[in-house]
């Protein structure tokens, strides 16, 4: 038996939808939360596995002849980190404790007064600059060649 990810399916929750793609029984074996899990998929059938702590999970699938025997062996993976299904969509959780919320930036612009004045002033010189070059571009062009 040869492993493909297409055993390997994820739902509109994000679990981790394991199919079986033969005619006998297939057994799975994997190691979650700390203990081993073991499920066993009807022939043809899909099992979701609620698989909620995020992480790469690897297990063994066995196909099962009639007396219950492994006849073939593989192995796969499959990502955690999905949600459990309620009424609505997932939402932001509230914060736990009881804490005076604050913005990070408040209304104020981060500058001090010291920083807009030398901004400002560098504008105005700036300005002056570009006002010098334009008066002496205009008034070379009315001296007459001699």
């Known amino acids: 038996m040869q492993y ?10 994000y679990r981790p939808r394991i199919c079986n ?7 799975v074996v994997y190691y979650y939360e700390g203990a081993p899990r073991v499920s066993i998929i009807p022939p043809l059938g899909n ?14 699938a066995m196909v099962l002849d009639a007396v219950g025997a492994a006849t073939n062996v593989a ?3 499959f990502f955690g980190g999905g949600y459990f299904p309620g009424l ?12 005076a919320l604050e913005l990070v930036s408040d209304e104020a612009s981060g500058l001090s007064l010291r920083d807009k004045f030398l901004i ?3 504008g105005t010189l700036g300005a002056l600059a570009l ?4 008066l002496n571009v205009h ?3 009315r001296r007459p060649r001699v």
């Not at 493909?4 to 929750?13: A, E, G, L």
């Not at 793609?21 to 057994?27: A, F, K, Q």
């Not at 006002?131 to 334009?134: D, E």
Request: net charge negative.
């Open 131 to 134: 006002a010098a070059v334009g």
């Open 4 to 13: 493909s990810p297409q055993w390997v399916q994820y739902d509109n929750y």
């Open 120 to 122: 400002g002033l560098a």
């Open 88 to 99: 609505d969509s997932p939402a932001q959780a509230p914060l736990p404790g009881d804490y």
């Open 139 to 141: 008034l070379s062009r």
């Open 75 to 77: 192995v796969g993976s």
């Open 47 to 60: 099992i979701v596995v609620e698989a909620a702590a995020v992480g790469a999970y690897n297990f063994t």
């Open 21 to 27: 793609p033969y005619r006998n029984p297939l057994r």
